[in-house]
């Protein structure tokens, strides 16, 4: 699809690949980089095909809010492997080549996996909310078929909503410049070497920051507001910390998500005279929570370390 806007969009069309040049100021040893990404990628898929294997195995974890933690592994896994690979192979073998069918796919696929985040923490976030706030009606609106529709909502809506940014990515000519000073196929990267208008793209990703994240964010505050609220009127001071501590490590991951995205969004709107910064935050946010996310589940719930233990064959008592 992307191949045939790309043909028809002008005959003047020179370009027929785009060359990843990595890590802008530090080519010459950009490869050293290799080792600690290639260690990021290796831990962010062993933790989070554990965290499907714990929760698979564990009964005490077949529980419907452990279903959101196991499709949040599987976007994790997603969105690492989306990048990862093509990372290394340029760091390894310096192959910076990548067509433009290609590269459009990994910008669709990445803008996808990142929206689907959010949208599982807005789900998880509902959990918490109807489970401290609503506890007599959560077997009623916390069931099987609403972790199914929430999913399918969610993906439905990220696979639909991010589907222009490709799209109008790929009409625009590039008529000579096709190096891009960075690790991956990013919206504003790309666009940046067109020689038409690319204004459409800016105002399409302004607008789908604003108008996916920025109302999952706004879920998530209200959740965690009512939450609060909620908590702050018990009398017993050990069951307000019992409750607030079931969403401390949620509460971690989403301030960690969205606090580095706005990072990205200023480095990236503000002309930094080192380029490098906003690159090596954009990677770093691609790999760093698909390794964070398992690692603070388990060590901030119980259930989980437990279910590790067992798994691993560790006696949990000395734990």
Same mark, same amino acid.
């Given at each position: 699809?992307?191949?045939?806007?790309?043909?028809?969009?002008?005959?003047?069309?020179?370009?027929? %690949? /785009?060359?990843?040049?990595?890590?802008?100021?530090?080519?010459?040893?950009?490869?050293?980089?290799?080792?600690?990404?290639?260690?990021?990628y290796l831990l962010a898929l062993s933790a989070?095909?554990?965290?499907?294997? !714990?929760?698979?195995?564990?009964?005490?974890?077949?529980?419907? &809010?452990?279903? /959101?933690?196991?499709?949040?592994?599987? #976007?994790?896994?997603?969105?690492?492997?989306?990048? &990862?690979?093509? !990372?290394?192979?340029?760091?390894?073998?310096?192959?910076?080549?990548?067509?433009?069918?290609?590269?459009f796919v990994q910008m669709y696929v990445i803008?996808?996996?990142?929206?689907? %985040?959010?949208?599982? /923490?807005?789900?998880?976030?509902?959990?918490?909310? #109807?489970?401290?706030?609503?506890?007599l009606h959560y077997p009623i609106i916390i069931?099987?078929? +609403?972790?199914?529709?929430?999913?399918?909502? &969610?993906?439905?809506?990220?696979?639909?909503?991010?589907?222009?940014?490709?799209?109008?990515?790929?009409?625009?000519?590039?008529?000579?410049?096709?190096?891009?000073?960075?690790?991956?196929?990013?919206?504003?990267?790309?666009?940046?070497?067109?020689?038409?208008?690319?204004?459409?793209?800016?105002?399409?990703?302004?607008?789908?920051?604003?108008?996916?994240?920025?109302?999952?964010?706004?879920?998530?505050?209200?959740?965690?507001?009512?939450?609060?609220?909620?908590?702050?009127?018990?009398?017993?001071?050990?069951?307000?910390?019992?409750?607030?501590?079931?969403?401390?490590?949620?509460?971690?991951?989403?301030? /960690?998500?969205?606090?580095?995205?706005? #990072?990205?969004? !200023?480095?990236?709107?503000?002309?930094?005279?080192?380029?490098?910064?906003?690159?090596?935050?954009?990677?770093?946010?691609?790999?760093?929570?698909?390794? +964070?996310?398992?690692?603070?589940?388990?060590?901030?719930?119980?259930?989980?370390?437990?279910?590790?233990?067992?798994?691993?064959?560790?006696?949990?008592?000395?734990?």
């Amino acid at each position: 699809m992307f191949q045939d806007l790309r043909d028809s969009n002008s005959s003047e069309f020179q370009v027929s %690949e /785009f060359i990843l040049m990595g890590f802008p100021g530090i080519h010459s040893w950009q490869h050293w980089l290799s080792l600690p990404l290639a260690l990021l990628y290796l831990l962010a898929l062993s933790a989070n095909i554990l965290i499907l294997i !714990i929760i698979n195995q564990e009964a005490t974890l077949h529980q419907l &809010m452990y279903h /959101f933690l196991g499709i949040l592994a599987v #976007v994790d896994m997603g969105l690492a492997t989306t990048i &990862m690979p093509k !990372i290394l192979v340029i760091l390894w073998f310096n192959f910076k080549p990548i067509s433009l069918p290609e590269c459009f796919v990994q910008m669709y696929v990445i803008h996808c996996f990142v929206v689907m %985040e959010s949208g599982i /923490f807005v789900c998880m976030a509902i959990d918490r909310y #109807v489970a401290i706030c609503r506890p007599l009606h959560y077997p009623i609106i916390i069931t099987e078929s +609403f972790v199914v529709k929430a999913t399918v909502f &969610m993906a439905l809506r990220n696979s639909v909503s991010t589907m222009p940014v490709p799209i109008l990515a790929a009409q625009r000519h590039y008529c000579f410049q096709n190096q891009i000073e960075h690790c991956l196929c990013s919206n504003l990267g790309v666009t940046s070497l067109s020689c038409d208008d690319r204004k459409i793209n800016s105002i399409y990703q302004l607008l789908l920051a604003w108008t996916l994240m920025g109302s999952d964010l706004g879920l998530i505050i209200l959740s965690y507001a009512l939450i609060l609220h909620s908590v702050l009127k018990l009398n017993s001071a050990e069951a307000a910390s019992k409750a607030l501590s079931t969403c401390t490590s949620h509460l971690i991951l989403i301030l /960690f998500f969205y606090t580095v995205l706005i #990072v990205i969004s !200023i480095t990236h709107s503000a002309a930094m005279a080192v380029p490098l910064i906003p690159v090596l935050l954009n990677v770093l946010h691609n790999v760093i929570p698909p390794v +964070f996310n398992p690692m603070v589940y388990v060590l901030k719930n119980k259930e989980l370390r437990q279910g590790l233990y067992k798994v691993l064959k560790l006696d949990s008592k000395s734990n």
